[in-house]
């Protein structure tokens, strides 16, 4: 039997998604408490890792389990055995051929800034801070020169070790809800920290700090150095990937509704 579950994680505590030998992380915290459910060993796959500190509102995984359970078990059953920090809030049965990760046909991301003069004392691990205020405007007009299909190698780390950096970004707004700046971004796939370097431009420009031909030079000239810094990454939530109808997974998109944080 194949199961599929949406998870939310606070990423504070954790050294990423991904089990690491020298620290706890999401994923481990995860199998750890469906083994207890299932009475045997679990594995997951995951829609999409996330790095240190990053959050996860609907993290999409599936395991395979000879244990027949209620739906409900793997989802508040579970939740009992999970720390504080992780919960999972959707379960579903999903077909053999269903995979998290690669038949998912896009991911979504949204980076979250607190745009005020004083920085937060309750949300500190929850938002990017910036005191200086930010032309919105400016970030979302600049922001659509780069939706389409073009090879974002400015905007990866050093690091990463994907095979290409061409990707077709269909989404990326920014958006104000009072003192909350909002950047969501949507692509059929994402280069190692890709969001958070896109985030660190439009903040430069909504500094003021350089305009819309700037950005497109950055992403023409396919050259790291040349972009902004790569935004902190607590401001950065995993919404959601999107599947093919068959699979009847859920649109978990209401869950990152801004609106909702109270400040």
């Given at each position: 039997?194949?199961?599929?579950?949406?998870?939310?994680?606070?990423?504070?505590?954790?050294?990423?998604?991904?089990?690491?030998?020298?620290?706890?992380?999401?994923?481990?915290?995860?199998?750890?408490?469906?083994?207890?459910?299932?009475?045997?060993?679990?594995?997951?796959?995951?829609?999409?890792?996330?790095?240190?500190?990053?959050?996860?509102?609907?993290?999409?995984?599936?395991?395979?389990?000879?244990?027949?359970?209620?739906?409900?078990?793997?989802?508040?059953?579970?939740?009992?055995?999970?720390?504080?920090?992780?919960?999972?809030?959707?379960?579903?049965?999903?077909?053999?051929?269903?995979?998290?990760?690669?038949?998912?046909?896009?991911?979504?991301?949204?980076?979250r800034i607190l745009n005020r003069g004083t920085r937060s004392g309750l949300y500190s691990d929850k938002l990017s801070w910036v005191n200086q205020s930010l032309d919105v405007d400016a970030m979302h007009t600049a922001a659509q020169q780069l939706l389409g299909v073009h090879d974002f190698s400015a905007f990866r780390s050093a690091d990463c070790q994907a095979k290409h950096a061409v990707r077709?970004?269909?989404?990326?707004?920014?958006?104000?809800?009072?003192?909350?700046?909002?950047?969501?971004?949507?692509?059929?796939?994402?280069?190692?920290?890709?969001?958070?370097?896109?985030?660190?431009?439009?903040?430069?420009?909504?500094?003021?700090?350089?305009?819309?031909?700037?950005?497109?030079?950055?992403?023409?000239?396919?050259?790291?150095?040349?972009?902004?810094?790569?935004?902190?990454?607590?401001?950065?939530?995993?919404?959601?990937?999107?599947?093919?109808?068959?699979?009847?997974?859920?649109?978990?998109?209401?869950?990152?509704?801004?609106?909702?944080?109270?400040?």
């Open positions: 039997m194949r199961i599929a579950l949406a998870v939310e994680y606070n990423g504070t505590p954790f050294c990423g998604w991904q089990i690491q030998p020298h620290c706890h992380s999401v994923q481990a915290e995860l199998e750890q408490a469906l083994t207890r459910i299932a009475d045997e060993p679990i594995n997951v796959s995951c829609s999409g890792r996330t790095d240190t500190g990053v959050h996860g509102i609907a993290q999409v995984v599936h395991f395979d389990t000879s244990a027949i359970r209620p739906l409900r078990a793997w989802t508040f059953g579970t939740n009992t055995h999970l720390n504080e920090h992780v919960a999972v809030h959707w379960a579903g049965e999903v077909s053999g051929d269903f995979h998290a990760r690669f038949k998912a046909l896009n991911r979504s991301y949204q980076y077709d970004l269909q989404q990326l707004d920014v958006k104000r809800h009072g003192q909350l700046i909002s950047i969501d971004v949507r692509a059929n796939g994402f280069l190692h920290n890709m969001v958070r370097i896109l985030s660190g431009c439009l903040i430069k420009i909504g500094k003021h700090e350089a305009d819309a031909a700037w950005l497109l030079d950055v992403l023409e000239q396919r050259d790291r150095t040349r972009a902004g810094m790569t935004a902190p990454a607590q401001g950065l939530y995993f919404v959601q990937p999107a599947y093919p109808s068959e699979f009847s997974i859920p649109d978990f998109q209401q869950l990152a509704s801004i609106p909702g944080y109270s400040l």
